[in-house]
Nanobody
Framework: VQLQASGGGLVQAGGSLRLSCAVSGRTFGTYSMGWFRQAPGKEREFVAGISSIGSSTYYADSVKGRFTISRDNAKNTVYLQMNTLKPEDTAVYYC???????????????????WGQGTLVTVSS
């Protein structure tokens, strides 16, 4: 199974981007999926998560109301729509898959089993 994140780029503050993560294999519909990010000099942090069939989502407080996670199981793809971007959203964004039940609340990186390579999002002020 491979995860391929894309859609990052340079955007001005207040702008929008949509990240995509394509997952290979036939088991995508069994994974909970998450987006994480890592800014320079900081630890990787949870951004958003979605259950295997998309019925449940969870967001970090820092992005709640601005970011939306969704998935299309027919396309083996999870998305992160990012609106009203701020300079502090600048980071490398990673998608991850969890083989297990969807987590609500704290979502440490250790709970996710498969990782993509990351895509850079830069928000200019």
């Amino acid at each position: 199974v491979q995860l391929q994140a894309s859609g990052g780029g340079l955007v001005q503050a207040g702008g929008s981007l949509r990240l995509s993560c394509a997952v290979s294999g036939r088991t995508f519909g069994t994974y909970s999926m998450g987006w994480f990010r890592q800014a320079p000099g900081k630890e990787r942090e949870f951004v958003a998560g979605i259950s295997s069939i998309g019925s449940s989502t969870y967001y970090a407080d820092s992005v709640k109301g601005r970011f939306t996670i969704s998935r299309d199981n027919a396309k083996n793809t999870v998305y992160l729509q990012m609106n009203t971007l701020k300079p502090e959203d600048t980071a490398v964004y990673y998608c991850a898959a969890r083989v297990g039940p969807f987590l609500v609340g704290g979502q440490p990186t250790s709970k996710y089993d498969l990782w993509g390579q990351g895509t850079l999002v830069t928000v200019s002020s």
